[in-house]
């Protein structure tokens, strides 16, 4: 394996993948989360929203510092590491590459005059509409990108003649048969996970509730309604998209569906499969044992039907087949949004009738709980997403080891850019720390900002 050119390149792209994907769903999520709490605070004159506006602001800054650096890795990685596929699919693929480029700068821009011109307005609703392209920025450069993952899934807008592409269409390209689900999926579960990151963090105060204030107390149940009410929305929203993927896969790449859900024979009333083991027999075919299996659900999920029949993965050559370890990807990714959907219906259910603790202990663990299982939702999702595509790279057209680079040089590359990482992801981690604990809520709710902000909104009503 350490001498695999085509093991270790996977290898790479995979570790810096895993690790952008963190910082880039903050990216596209917080932004959001931001404009919604502002949103709030303004309309019902509470600053403690203006607060945590502020607050998830100032974090986001650095989460966006360390997405540069390996975002920019990734593109360096995609020329060094597959120049095949680079040399066969990039001039198809340059349109929305240069376009996520645009998007970023786009909101860089709103994103630094939106930090500049806080305060700086007598009307609030002005700074509020300068974070809206901030927003808009984020969510078109995770779709941009997306729309190139989705290409490599459904390779379109071209044509080969005799090794040579031809009749390039980057629009038919960038806007493929994969781009509605997956783009719009990345996209709604990016909200998800940073809604669940934001709760986590202020069902975690509260869990410390005997030192808090009373207003640090108010403060964090203020935040905790908004994200996980929000969560409530994207969890929900995630499921629905997560349906139509489903549906997707089954009509046009049913041995990624057949490899995640163990469906070996082409059947109607075909059943889900969900944890178990295989057991591999003498004759080459798979026992299933130890694991739970729901009638008709993987025939609902592929057309809506009980009697839909869903493509087995005996139709398929072994060499054509991804790893079956992917059942186990698929089953973490919607066991986890099955859990979020669950623990933030249960806090809004509690809170709406009253009668319920919504902030008892062991709904905020649960919560708190939620914000890491969120984080490994998506680094599931991805590497089902991608490694159930495997053996292809351009599905259908150009396998992964034709499209690697032959380098022996990948090794080193590997331990630099793990270091990189490593020192990265500490420096992040230290940073965000330093930050706030140096400017904790209860300083932050008596200083002039907060004063000022209750002063004016007090002024509004007079």
Wanted: hydrophobic residues 50%.
């Amino acid at each position: 394996m350490f001498n695999d050119p085509v093991m270790l390149s996977r290898l790479l792209t995979g570790l810096t993948l895993a690790f952008h994907i963190i910082f880039a769903t903050i990216g596209v999520g917080v932004p959001l989360m931001v404009l919604a709490a502002e949103y709030i605070g303004i309309k019902r004159k509470d600053p403690d929203y203006i607060l945590l506006a502020r607050r998830w602001t100032r974090g986001y800054i650095v989460t966006v510092a360390v997405g540069v650096v390996t975002g920019t890795a990734i593109g360096l990685q995609l020329s060094l590491l597959w120049p095949s596929l680079m040399q066969v699919a990039g001039q198809t693929i340059a349109l929305p590459l240069f376009m996520e480029t645009f998007a970023f700068f786009f909101e860089a821009i709103f994103l630094g005059i939106y930090l500049y011109t806080w305060d700086r307005f007598k009307n609030p609703w002005l700074h509020w509409l300068i974070g809206i392209p901030v927003v808009i920025g984020a969510t078109l450069s995770a779709f941009f990108i997306t729309t190139v993952n989705s290409f490599m899934n459904s390779p379109e807008g071209f044509k080969i003649v005799n090794g040579t592409l031809t009749q390039i269409e980057p629009l038919k390209a960038m806007f493929n048969t994969a781009t509605p689900t997956k783009a719009t999926h990345v996209i709604v579960s990016a909200y998800l996970t940073v809604a669940f990151i934001l709760a986590a963090i202020a069902a975690f105060h509260l869990l410390r509730k005997k030192t808090l204030s009373a207003a640090e107390t108010a403060y964090h149940k203020k935040a905790l309604r908004l994200t996980v009410m929000a969560g409530l929305i994207f969890a929900f929203s995630t499921a629905l998209v997560g349906d139509f993927s489903g549906k997707y896969l089954a009509k046009y790449q049913p041995e990624k569906l057949a490899a995640a859900e163990w469906h070996f024979e082409t059947t109607s009333e075909a059943e889900l499969i969900f944890g178990g083991i295989l057991d591999e027999q003498a004759d080459g075919s798979y026992e299933i044992k130890g694991a739970v299996k729901i009638p008709y659900a993987l025939s609902i999920l592929a057309g809506g039907a009980p009697d839909t029949e869903v493509i087995g993965l005996n139709e398929f050559a072994k060499e054509d087949q991804a790893p079956l370890f992917v059942h186990y990807f698929f089953d973490i990714m919607v066991s986890i949004g099955m859990y979020l959907a669950a623990i933030s219906a249960l806090f809004v259910l509690a809170f709406r009738l009253k009668k319920l603790n919504p902030y008892n202990k062991w709904l905020l663990r649960g919560i708190f709980i939620g914000g890491p299982l969120a984080i490994v939702s998506i680094e599931a999702g991805w590497m089902y997403a991608e490694i159930g595509r495997q053996p292809w790279t351009l599905y259908g057209i150009m396998r992964t080891a034709d499209a690697a680079t032959t380098s022996t040089a990948v090794g080193p590359m590997l331990i630099l850019f793990s270091l990189l990482y490593l020192l990265l992801g500490t420096i992040c981690t230290i940073v965000l720390l330093r930050m706030f604990k140096n400017n904790p809520v209860g300083k932050e709710l008596a200083d002039d900002h907060h004063t000022r902000g209750e002063a004016m909104f007090a002024d509004d009503n007079k």
